[in-house]
């Protein structure tokens, strides 16, 4: 009987064994079509370290250089994701990045919204982690809003598909459809409101990214591969009309999330979560009045 009770209890309450996050219940990511890579965005810097066949970009580094793109224009809100595939093995040091950025416009006074792969050692989980940096970023102190992941699954045996939505009001982030981070608009101090660009790279940060830079990237594993594709880009570009209303990521077009998608996002922070800037006892939160409120 005791073990028919904990089949059922499975059965009925999968996400309790931690493996896998309960269903969103809403797929945010079928609202919007794919775009080719050509049509939406452009080589930034890297071009010999960078290849698009059948829509999928690939891009690497080596001791040589890495790879960025960016899109051909800016947005003031809006949805943006793409399936991604990282490399197995070691990659400490070595950081794969989809994000929003101004900094070309505003160089020392950006904004900027990240999802950042960080590399890892042998036998190591990835770490994913998410970032805001509003105003002033760049000038010696930077000011991060790092939440850091191990993911349900392993990033590198297949794409996996990773997305910003950014309004007015919030930015959700999200990883297959599940909202993993949360940040609300508390005031316009702490939140980025300037047109941004979609960016996307592989770069060397040996010191910082693994392990606090404890790992450096090693060439001797070189190349470093990232592969993207189901490219989406939609909302408001900086020259739309003012009546554009920007995109949501639920049901509710006003936006927030549904009580479904609330779950998920617990489950993935109760037992996926590694690193959350708000409960680090050694950052200054005089300088992020929004872990207080």
């Known amino acids: ?111 900027e919204v990240d999802i950042e792969f960080l590399g890892t050692t042998f036998g190591k989980p990835y770490t994913l982690q998410t970032n805001v940096y509003v105003r002033g970023s760049g000038d010696g102190k930077i000011i991060g809003r790092e939440m850091k992941f191990h993911l349900w699954f392993d990033p590198t045996q297949d794409f996996h598909h990773y997305a910003i939505l950014w309004t007015p009001k919030e930015i959700i982030f999200l990883v297959d459809d599940v909202p993993i981070r949360r940040y609300p608009r508390k005031s316009a101090a702490t939140f980025p409101l300037r047109p941004m660009w979609v960016y996307g790279s592989i770069w060397d940060a040996s010191s910082w990214a693994t392990e606090d830079g404890k790992y450096k990237a090693d060439y001797k594993y070189q190349p470093f591969v990232a592969k993207y594709t189901n490219f989406k880009a939609s909302g408001c570009s900086a020259y739309a009309p003012a009546w554009c209303h920007p995109v949501s990521a639920s049901p509710f077009r006003s936006g927030g999330l549904t009580r479904q998608q609330r779950r998920a996002m617990r489950w993935v922070q109760r037992y996926h979560m590694v690193y959350n800037y708000c409960r680090d006892p050694k950052r200054n939160h005089a300088l992020t009045p929004e872990c207080r409120s």
């Open 1 to 111: 009987m005791a073990l028919f009770l904990s089949l059922l209890l499975i059965l009925l309450f999968p996400s309790a064994n931690a493996g896998f996050p309960p269903s969103p219940g809403y797929w945010p990511s079928y609202k919007f079509r794919p775009m080719s890579f050509h049509k939406g965005f452009k080589n930034l810097w890297g071009p010999s370290h960078q290849s698009v066949n059948h829509n999928a970009l690939t891009i690497w580094l080596d001791k040589t250089s890495g790879s960025g793109f960016k899109s051909v224009r800016p947005f003031r809100s809006g949805y943006f994701s793409a399936s991604i595939k990282v490399q197995p093995g070691y990659t400490a040091g070595v950081i794969t990045a989809f994000y929003l950025s101004n900094n070309e416009a505003h160089p020392g006074f950006h904004d």
